[in-house]
């Protein structure tokens, strides 16, 4: 997907500019630092979160991971808690 974006002429020479230097386009130098941007707000929102939260998310991450067409019957569930 192209999607036309305007950028003031000061910042398209710096971004020239450092493409230069990083030896990258403007675009992959612009999706480098979005990303980037992007990983930065993540760990801080992680940051921020109480410790339950924490477990929480950790817990939703393990049951994706889960094969879903692994499956116990009842018996072997109950068991399991004894």
Not at 40 to 67: C, F, H, N
């Amino acid at each position: 997907m192209k999607k036309l974006i305007e950028i003031d002429d000061t910042i398209l020479t710096k971004l020239k500019v450092l493409s230069a230097f990083e030896g990258l386009s403007v675009k992959a130098l612009m999706e480098k630092a979005i990303e980037l941007f992007v990983k930065t707000k993540e760990k801080e929102q992680l940051d921020s979160l109480t410790d339950e939260q924490k477990e929480d998310i950790g817990l939703l991450l393990l049951m994706q991971q889960a094969d879903r067409t692994d499956t116990v019957s009842e018996e072997e569930f109950l068991n399991a808690l004894k």
